[in-house]
């Protein structure tokens, strides 16, 4: 059994910042990636931020420089700290998480809202 709980999110001004966190209990041995991906109403769900065992850190063009992906190991959490932020970052947020050894399994947050007013 796997939970991923995200928290952090609400309503903040264009320019402010924001700190997303996500809980992952059960087991979480060889989880290789994590990422947070967002969905805004109506729009496809989209990958922000990745981090994996292989590759390090990746982010979406829109985000760079302005977010940053981090894992806590040690928590069992991952984070996204989100700095000058705009009205397009409006979105549910997602965690995700992965493990691959015999088979693929991913896992998914219930996900939280962030809304960024201009």
């Known amino acids: 059994q796997v939970q991923l709980v995200e928290s952090g999110g609400g309503l903040v001004q264009a320019g402010g910042s924001l700190r997303l966190s996500c809980a992952a209990s059960?087991?979480?041995?060889?989880?290789?990636?994590m990422a947070w991906y967002r969905q805004a109403p109506g729009a496809q769900r989209e990958l922000v931020a990745l981090?994996?065992?292989?590759?390090?850190?990746n982010y979406a063009d829109s985000v760079k420089g302005r977010f940053t992906i981090s894992r806590d190991n040690a928590k069992n959490t991952l984070y996204l700290q989100m700095n000058s932020l705009k009205p397009e970052d409006t979105a549910v947020y997602y965690c995700?998480?992965?493990?691959?050894?015999?088979?693929?399994?991913?896992?998914w947050g219930q996900g939280t809202q962030v809304t960024v007013s201009s």
């Open positions: 995700y998480a992965q493990r691959t050894h015999m088979i693929l399994q991913t896992y």
């Open positions: 981090v994996s065992s292989s590759s390090g850190t």
């Open positions: 059960g087991n979480t041995f060889r989880f290789n990636a």
